[in-house]
């Protein structure tokens, strides 16, 4: 009973820390926090085609955009968002902006993991 007590109140934490727009969330993105208290956003697999819109942000341990059908990252890609890790792993990303990592991610980011596809 204390477990799915303590699992309620971090679901209602992480969804009012989530910085994804209403509408992102309808594209199968989600946060959450992992039972170690680490919080992230997930977007893996869901075949979106570019980096969802964030509003606000608390400071976020995962990013997980893998498996999609990204292109581009430009520099408002990451626009607003606090992240220490972001998975951008197999995506036929064609194109980087130099500033796309260039803004106030840069102040939380400590690791990036990008692969793309042919």
């Known amino acids: 009973m204390m477990f799915l007590f303590?699992?309620?109140i971090l679901f209602?934490?992480?969804m009012e820390t989530c910085p994804l727009k209403?509408?992102?969330i309808q594209s199968g993105c989600y946060c959450g926090i992992e039972i170690d208290g680490r919080n992230y956003i997930h977007c893996h697999s869901y075949s979106i085609n570019k980096i969802p819109e964030f509003t606000r942000s608390y400071i976020h341990d995962k990013l997980n955009i893998?498996?999609?059908f990204i292109e581009y990252l430009t520099n408002k890609s990451f626009h607003q968002l606090k992240v220490r890790?972001?998975?951008i792993e197999k995506n036929p990303i064609k194109f980087i902006?130099?500033?796309t990592f260039n803004n106030n991610l840069l102040h939380y980011l400590?690791?990036?993991y990008?692969?793309?596809i042919n």
């Open 110 to 112: 400590e690791e990036l």
């Open 22 to 24: 209403t509408v992102d």
């Open 6 to 8: 303590l699992y309620f």
């Open 97 to 99: 902006d130099k500033q």
């Open 85 to 87: 890790r972001i998975y």
């Open 114 to 116: 990008i692969d793309t």
């Open 66 to 68: 893998s498996n999609n």
């Open 12 to 14: 209602i934490s992480s």
